[in-house]
């Protein structure tokens, strides 16, 4: 088959998480009211982008980090997205967003310490997890065996507020897809593409769940069975439709073979593709 590329424009201010050799470009999500969605998204700070028949995109600066199409099937019980998580380049600017979406009385589901970052957890109206956190630096993140400690305790919320000195709702320079949490079809099958195929290493475990991150970054991807057996999900159903990676050009080549063997799809159901 032959390699699939989506075209995607790069962020105008380097992410840490995209300094990687493999990293998360964007998502693009099946909705089954694509207007509706990309309004939500826009409340939280993203821009919505020019130009591409047959679905929204949404993003910072010049930069695609999300896109949002029509859903042509049902919702179903499914394997898929978990959350996809928005990388803020500092704690200030999180505490920023944060005073602003509190202000516009956005409501959040859950906001975590996990050592390694500072996050905060939401759902979007269609049932997408939405994360935004942002990272400690990474000589702060402790080791555990080969990979990471990452903990969930709650967020000192006042401290990361204090720590922006205000309110701005735009997502600044710099955001990008620091990485996806999926629901897994088989965490077995997810570990032998990513790691095995892609050259991501495990760098956390946890019950039922492994977190995979690439270049010594904590993770790019994580995937759990928390919710027990599931269908992979069918293309058209509502949710995660794509993820499009992106590699560095020593390791493209071996990242595109992998990607072709696994018939450009994760496991869960989601296609996957390459930025150029």
Known sequence: MAETVLREARPSEPCPATAAPVSIASVTLAAQAPEALAGFYERLG?????????????GVGDATLLRLTQATLPAAKAAGLFHTALLLPSRAALGRWLAAMRDGGVAFTGAAD?????????DDPEGNGVEVYAD????????????????TRPMDVEAVLATGGGADAAMPAGTCVGHVHLRAADIAAAERLYVE???MAVTHRGPSAAWLGAGGYHHHLAV??????????????????????????????????????????DPSGAALALEP
């Not at 993203?46 to 949404?58: D, H, N, Y």
């Not at 996990?114 to 939401?122: I, K």
């Not at 069918?234 to 990607?259: F, H, K, T």
């Open 46 to 58: 993203l821009t919505r982008l020019p130009g591409e028949a047959g679905a929204v995109r949404l």
């Open 114 to 122: 996990h050592d390694v970052s500072e996050a905060l957890y939401l």
């Open 136 to 151: 400690r630096p990474a000589a702060d993140w402790l080791r555990d065996g080969d990979g990471y400690a990452m903990t």
């Open 197 to 199: 195929g892609l050259g």
């Open 224 to 265: 759990n069975a928390w919710a027990g057996p599931l269908p992979p999900r069918e293309a058209g159903q509502p949710g995660l439709e794509a993820i499009v990676l992106r590699a560095a050009a020593d390791v493209r080549p071996q990242v595109s073979a992998a990607l072709a063997a696994a018939t450009w799809r």
